[in-house]
């Protein structure tokens, strides 16, 4: 049995601020049972990503959150 | 694209430590680190009022919307970035940035409040064939195309030869003076004398400790924009005390 994911990609939206609020609006409106029942992942914009990440582990939610995009390259110059 | 958010706050709290207020009251520093870091380093710096500022390495020329994995201006400014990289190299060859793109995106860094830094600079074939001043130029045609008066005295411009960055292989001084003085002359073309008298160009490519000094004496040079040593946080700190040598 697949278990449905669903993935909010926010493309170029929301500033890091934003971003906290819209996702702590979000994990109030869900439950156990719906982290039982489906796997919710929040997609937010590179600059983002750290205040999301502090708000998840900090308050351990069971949300997760991605990226938008990653490079092909390891490391190195590459602006 | 190097150092993740927590190597990123080691290598800025070791610059901060090598530097005093004698050196930010000679010489504006600021580290432009990737999109992933820039949460942390703000947090840094605010929490420990330091006087380095700091940047993004690029921005959508875009306000918002469906444009998955790139970043407003309006995201790094909330984030308090004083700079915006625009046009570097690495974005003009890898990602395919025109001019006319480059364009957009200083003014987007403009809109935001962001100084822009706007990169210029030929690959080593242009160099060959003796055409790098006139290619240089078209871009900094292309990229200030229509900005007003006021907008230009915000701007500041690196010159970065594509050849010299990251090989080791640095341009003479008198290589930099020369593409910057010419840059400075454009400037007062398509600006004015005072705008011109004022604005920053920086050079860019392989700048180290040991040669900063000798670039930073060329007339035109007025700082640089410094890669792979900018990661070494005791290196940087020799670069910015540039002026105290000798």
Same mark, same amino acid.
Not at chain 2, 3 to 19: M, R
Not at chain 2, 35 to 48: A, E, N, P, V
Not at chain 2, 136 to 162: D, H, N, S, W
């Given at each position: ?26 994990? +109030? ?5 719906? +982290? ?28 997760? +959150? &991605? ?8 490391? &190195?110059?590459?602006? | ?23 930010? *009251?000679?010489?504006? /520093? ?39 994995? *790139? ?13 915006? /990289? ?26 935001? *409040? ?18 790098? /001043? ?73 700048? =180290?400790?040991?040669? /900063? ?8 040079? *007025? ?17 910015? =005390? ?5």
């Amino acid at each position: 049995m697949r278990k449905p994911l669903m993935a909010g990609n926010w493309k170029m939206n929301l500033n890091h601020l934003e971003a906290i609020a819209v996702a702590q609006k979000l994990v +109030y409106s869900l439950n156990d049972k719906d +982290y039982d029942a489906v796997d919710v992942t929040i997609i937010p914009p590179f600059t983002d990503i750290r205040s999301i990440q502090t708000l998840i582990d900090g308050d351990r939610l069971r949300l997760t +959150y &991605g990226a938008q995009d990653l490079s092909p390259e390891a490391n &190195g110059a590459f602006a | 694209m190097n150092l993740n958010h927590l190597e990123a706050i080691a290598v800025a709290q070791k610059l901060v430590y090598s530097l005093n207020d004698k050196d930010y *009251d000679a010489v504006d /520093v600021t580290i432009i680190p990737p999109f992933t870091d820039i949460r942390s380093i703000q947090t840094l710096i605010d929490g420990d009022r330091l006087r380095l500022t700091y940047g993004a390495q690029d921005l959508s020329p875009e306000a918002n919307g469906a444009f998955t994995g *790139d970043i407003s201006g309006a995201m790094l400014h909330k984030l308090g970035c004083t700079f915006a /990289v625009v046009g570097h190299s690495e974005r003009r060859s890898i990602h395919g940035e025109s001019d006319a793109l480059v364009n957009r995106k200083i003014k987007a860094a403009l809109a935001h *409040d962001m100084i822009p830094i706007f990169c210029v600079g030929e690959e080593l074939s242009v160099r060959e064939s003796g055409a790098h /001043v006139s290619h240089v130029i078209r871009q900094i045609r292309g990229g200030l195309e229509g900005l007003t008066k006021p907008e230009l005295k915000k701007i500041a411009i690196a010159y970065e030869p594509v050849w010299a960055i990251g090989t080791g292989k640095v341009a003479t001084p008198e290589d930099a003076q020369e593409v910057c003085a010419a840059i400075r002359e454009e400037i007062e073309n398509i600006g004015s004398p005072e705008i011109a008298a004022a604005m920053r160009i920086l050079y860019g490519g392989s700048v =180290k400790a040991s040669n /900063v000094a000798e670039i930073m004496a060329k007339p035109d040079v *007025d700082g640089a924009l410094i890669g792979g040593a900018s990661l070494d946080p005791e290196e940087f700190a020799k670069i910015v =005390k540039f002026y105290a040598q000798g």
